[in-house]
């Protein structure tokens, strides 16, 4: 693993742990046993590692979710929502499962930090916007009279998830997230009636 790498995911360690701020040039050296010289070699400052660290965080969840749950080749898209649904349920259990970092970002650095913000809101906008897709083919096939708008019941579901992910923090809870996508999958289907 190359030393831009190693700071990349100590990084995230750390500020899925103790949040950005919290989170000290010194520490993440130290996690990733480089010297403060290799850090400022791949970064400007704490900013451009935090915007860097935010992009490879979702690179990292997007992988998850295509290898883990979302094979483009499955035909029927009420069916890849529902394994996504599953995989965030079964990752839940996960103990690495430190929760979501561009939730984490998003609530401590929204006023603090613009730059970050907005890759934290092109993020969540990306994936809202893939999550509409499915939900769109979704309800050509199987409710196509509804008035719900896929975008919103994409961005519903981003919403249960990262509220589910600082009540599991705030209660040392895991299974609040279980619940929720069980809740969540329950009106899903009775929307699709499926």
Request: proline share 4%; hydrophobic share 35%.
């Amino acid at each position: 693993m190359d030393k831009k790498t190693k700071i990349l995911d100590s990084a995230q360690i750390l500020m899925l742990e103790k949040g950005f701020i919290a989170s000290t040039v010194d520490d993440i050296c130290a996690k990733a046993g480089v010297t403060k010289g290799s850090f400022f070699y791949y970064f400007k400052d704490k900013e451009d590692l935090g915007k860097s660290v935010a992009l490879h965080f979702a690179c990292c969840q997007q992988e998850m979710i295509q290898e883990g749950c979302c094979p483009q080749d499955e035909p029927d898209p009420l069916k890849r929502i529902y394994n996504l649904l599953d995989l965030v349920y079964e990752s839940s259990n996960d103990p690495k499962n430190k929760g979501c970092l561009i939730g984490i970002f998003s609530q401590e650095l929204s006023e603090s930090h613009p730059n970050i913000r907005k890759i934290c809101e092109k993020i969540f906008n990306g994936f809202i916007a893939e999550l509409k897709k499915d939900f769109t083919q979704a309800k050509e096939k199987y409710a196509p009279k509804a008035s719900f708008k896929p975008e919103e019941l994409a961005e519903y579901f981003l919403a249960t998830i990262q509220g589910s992910l600082i009540l599991m923090r705030a209660k040392k809870d895991n299974k609040v997230i279980q619940r929720s996508v069980k809740q969540y999958k329950e009106y899903v289907k009775i929307l699709f009636g499926r």
